[in-house]
Each structure stands twice: as structure tokens, then as C-alpha cells.
T-cell receptor, first 116, second 112 residues
Framework: GAVVSQHPSWVICKSGTSVKIECRSLDFQATTMFWYRQFPKQSLMLMATSNEGSKATYEQGVEKDKFLINHASLTLSTLTVTSAHPEDSSFYIC????????????FGPGTRLTVL | GENVEQHPSTLSVQEGDSAVIKCTYSDSASNYFPWYKQELGKRPQLIIDIRSNVGEKKDQRIAVTLNKTAKHFSLHITETQPEDSAVYFCAASKVWDSTLTFGKGTMLLVSP
């Protein structure tokens, strides 16, 4: 149980285009989902926290107009990187939480974004 | 906000030795402390966690200790094996705030 999937697993796009990443909780309802960014050899940096049906809460320094987050249902959250640039190239990981022992987050497999 | 410091950044041990990774946190209200193992290009996987009402927790070769007074917690891996090689992250959070604050990670290399 507690499986989280992400799609796509990797994506290459041209500078200026937008990319959408999906995060799904497959066997539980996720009351809260989190989006992280991880640069090579670095730690996970929280970008935003989203609760189903409400606006995401962004961490300081994360541009909400550039990283659009939608948490439309209890099993799906999407992250859209708008007008992507090479500096946005990173490993994006989502996690989901809900209904289990408190505070435990279940991570998706990550999406490797490369912007040319 | 919470600040989590993790040491060492890299750790090399021989197979069969023990490995210890230490973390300190700044917010005394934090009460949940998970440890994650992340292999290259893969998702972080929870290997053990501890809550503030417990001082120690053990699961086979892995143990975590917590000292709330000193605000530090440690991961202990005994009888290390090459497959233990990975990056390990500690994290901290509070019960009313599900946000995890991660340490910078420790790259553990276990040589045969």
C-alpha cells in the first residue's frame, strides 16, 4: 500500500515551453501533497505544499506564477513548469500524505526535467 | 523556521563495520524524525523514523536514537553491506505542520 506514481519519469523540452508533471496516489487518498526539487548531489528542497481543493502554499523564493500547482482531487496533483529555462532543469519529486501514521510522506519516483 | 544539520557529508566504511550519521535540529517543537535512503536517480525511501516520545528505535541492523534535550538524533547501521551504499537524509517536522525539513544528506559508501 501507499504507492505514489509520477508521470512522466523524464522529459526533455525546449526553452520557453511549459511542462506538466502529474503525481498520483494510487491506493490512498492524499489529503496533502508536496512538491520538491532536487539538484544533483543536493538535498530535497520543498517548493510547495498543496491540499485538495485549495491553493498551494509556496516556499519562500519559489515563483508561484512559474510553478503552477493544481490539486484537483484527493489522488492527483499536477506541477506545471511554465516557460521553462535551462536553470529549471532538475529532479522534481512529489510526495503524498494522508490517513496513515501522522506526518509520514510517501514519495513518487521523481521526474527528471531537462530544458535545452 | 526549522534548520536541520547533518554530518558527515560523506562516510566510507568497510563491509561489516558500523556507520553512524548524526543530525541536529533547531526547533524544539519538532517531534517527528524520519530517515530516508535514496539511491541515485530514485525516490527517497523511508527506512526508519522516531517520534519524540521515544528515545530509541531499532529495526534489524538499523537503529535511531533521539536526544530531545540536546536536539539531536542519529542513525546507526550495523554490519554494513555494499547494498547499504546510498545517500541518507534525516528530516524533522512537527505534528501540526506536516512539512519536512531535510538535512543535506550523507553519502555512505560501503566497500567490500
Amino acid at each position: 500500500g501507499a504507492v505514489v506514481s509520477q508521470h512522466p519519469s523524464w522529459v526533455i523540452c525546449k526553452s520557453g515551453t511549459s511542462v506538466k508533471i502529474e503525481c498520483r496516489s494510487l491506493d490512498f487518498q492524499a489529503t496533502t501533497m508536496f512538491w520538491y526539487r532536487q539538484f544533483p548531489k543536493q538535498s530535497l528542497m520543498l517548493m510547495a505544499t498543496s491540499n485538495e481543493g485549495s491553493k498551494a502554499t509556496y516556499e519562500q523564493g519559489v515563483e508561484k506564477d512559474k510553478f503552477l500547482i493544481n490539486h484537483a482531487s484527493l489522488t492527483l496533483s499536477t506541477l506545471t513548469v511554465t516557460s521553462a529555462h535551462p536553470e529549471d532543469s532538475s529532479f522534481y519529486i512529489c510526495s503524498a500524505m494522508g490517513g496513515f501514521s501522522y506526518n509520514e510522506q510517501f514519495f513518487g519516483p521523481g521526474t527528471r526535467l531537462t530544458v535545452l | 523556521g526549522e534548520n536541520v544539520e547533518q554530518h558527515p557529508s560523506t562516510l566510507s566504511v568497510q563491509e561489516g563495520d558500523s556507520a553512524v550519521i548524526k543530525c541536529t535540529y533547531s526547533d524544539s517543537a519538532s517531534n517527528y524524525f524520519p530517515w530516508y535512503k535514496q539511491e541515485l536517480g530514485k525516490r527517497p525511501q523511508l527506512i526508519i523514523d522516531i517520534r519524540s516520545n521515544v528515545g530509541e528505535k531499532k529495526d534489524q541492523r538499523i537503529a535511531v536514537t533521539l536526544n530531545k534535550t540536546a536536539k539531536h538524533f542519529s542513525l546507526h547501521i550495523t554490519e554494513t553491506q555494499p547494498e547499504d551504499s546510498a545517500v541518507y537524509f534525516c528530516a524533522a517536522s512537527k505534528v501540526w505542520d506536516s512539512t519536512l525539513t531535510f538535512g543535506k544528506g550523507t553519502m555512505l559508501l560501503v566497500s567490500p
